[in-house]
């Protein structure tokens, strides 16, 4: 049974950081490429990150750019997102995603619980 475990959400204030971990477990963590989604209230999922089962390519939302950092070890079976410079419109749930690199949150198998992170102005 596959499960993935976020943590590290919270409430933060604008301009500052917070990194999101994804513990992976029942796959093949070391060959499975892996993404991070959000969700605001009334909005749809939209793709954040994502990264190859080696961590040598990564993909990030337009938005994104530049704050946010998606990393993997796989010898820890975790992903991180660290996300620096937060902006209010960063507020959302953060959902880890197993199985896919697209942009596309239905190409992805697996899905976390997500974590709430609110940012403050």
């Known amino acids: 049974q596959v499960q993935l475990v976020e943590s590290g959400g919270g409430l933060v204030q604008a301009g500052g950081s917070l990194r999101l971990s994804c513990a992976a477990s029942g796959l093949t963590f070391s060959s499975s490429s892996m993404g991070w989604f959000r969700q605001a209230p009334g909005k749809e999922r939209e793709f954040v990150a994502s990264i190859n089962w080696s961590g040598g390519r990564t993909s990030y939302e337009d938005s994104i750019e530049g704050r946010f950092t998606i990393s993997r070890d796989n010898a820890k079976n975790t992903v991180h997102l660290q996300m620096n410079s937060l902006k209010v419109e960063d507020t959302a749930v953060y959902y880890c995603?197993?199985?896919?690199?697209?942009?596309?949150?239905?190409?992805?198998?697996?899905w976390g619980q997500g974590t709430q992170v609110t940012v403050s102005s």
């Open positions: 995603a197993a199985g896919s690199r697209t942009t596309r949150w239905q190409d992805y198998a697996y």
